[in-house]
């Protein structure tokens, strides 16, 4: 199987297995007649690209990739930042204020997270013995490293809360760094060194109510990194991969990728600098309020009218 369809074919998994009812990814309490909310702005913990947001990078070591050295930190911290610029540069040009900071917690001058994947790598772990199950123990794997990145962070020194930030899982974790980062944009991104093999990347929960949204990106690619943290706040694939089987969907992904021929969520194994954000994706990261009515009918189908934020 090519690489690019192996990198890509997982991002599907955020829209097919994290949103709440329907295949397009849409919340079935939000269908006012024929209009929809796609579930993507203002939505979970990523809720608008826009104003200052924070990308919280954690590096895990596990048995089924290389360990992490200090120059593949540093490398893949230069993509992430090639690839936050380029986003920010997206901005500027679509007249969006956006600024966006990157962490990772560093424990006893130390960054990596040890934690190995339950069956030996992410692909295994998530597609056997069954995608629930895999779902269920990357949820649980995830949320482990969340409270091992949480005991690097300061104490919570608040004085206006008496209750106590138990930091258990994601969640407690992104509420602590919104405290100390002041911002309610959290974008949490796992990184595993495997950029030297085919594994694939991945963006669980971004149509999620109940979990926290977050990805696991195995390669150092600014345009891989920059499509999973689009994802994030709400864009879809707007590619094919070899398990397509809706001839419909197909079509309409045909329809997407023609039209769109530099779409970052449509093309992210180019680079980075070769691609754009497409005004299907702008819609659904909210730069723009409105989305055409041609895309509307040719990417959604018929029967689905978008809501103007």
């Known amino acids: 199987m090519k690489l690019k369809y192996l990198i890509l074919f997982a991002l599907n998994l955020c829209f097919a297995f994290g949103c709440n009812s329907s295949k397009h990814g849409l919340t079935s309490e939000n269908v ?4 929809v909310h796609l579930a993507s702005v203002h939505n979970n913990v990523c809720k608008s690209l826009y104003g200052n947001v924070l990308l919280y990078a954690i590096f895990v070591d596990t048995r089924g990739t290389k360990p992490w050295s200090e120059f593949d930190i540093k490398s893949t911290l230069d993509s992430i930042q090639k690839a936050m610029d380029w ?7 679509n ?7 990157i962490k990772y917690p560093v424990s006893g001058h130390k960054i990596p997270v040890a934690l190995d994947f339950p069956r030996t790598t992410l692909s295994e772990t998530l597609f056997q013995p069954s995608l629930q199950n895999g779902l269920k123990a990357i949820q649980s794997w995830s949320d482990r490293i969340a409270v091992a990145a949480a005991r690097t962070l300061p104490p919570d020194t608040s004085k206006m809360i008496t209750t106590r930030n138990s930091l258990t899982d994601k969640e407690r974790l992104i509420a602590r760094l919104r405290d100390i980062y002041k911002t309610d944009n959290v974008a ?4 595993v060194n495997n950029y030297y093999n085919d594994e694939i990347s991945v963006t669980l929960n971004a149509t999620s109510r109940n979990n926290v949204e977050y990805s696991i990106v195995s390669y150092k690619n600014p345009s891989v990194i920059a499509h999973e943290f689009l994802h994030l706040f709400g864009a879809w694939d707007l590619y094919i991969t070899p398990f397509e089987k809706d001839k419909a969907a197909k079509s309409r992904k045909e329809f997407a990728m023609k039209e769109f021929p530099n779409e970052i969520m449509a093309f992210a194994y180019r680079g980075i600098d070769s691609l754009d954000i497409s005004p299907f994706t702008r819609y659904c990261i ?5 989305m055409d009515p041609k895309y509307t009918e040719m990417i959604l189908g018929k029967n689905i009218r978008p809501v103007q934020y």
């Open 32 to 35: 006012i007649g024929t209009e």
């Open 87 to 93: 986003i920010k540069r997206k901005a500027i040009i």
């Open 95 to 101: 007249n969006r204020k956006l600024e966006i900071e």
């Open 188 to 191: 949490l991104v796992y990184f």
């Open 286 to 290: 909210g730069w723009e309020k409105q």
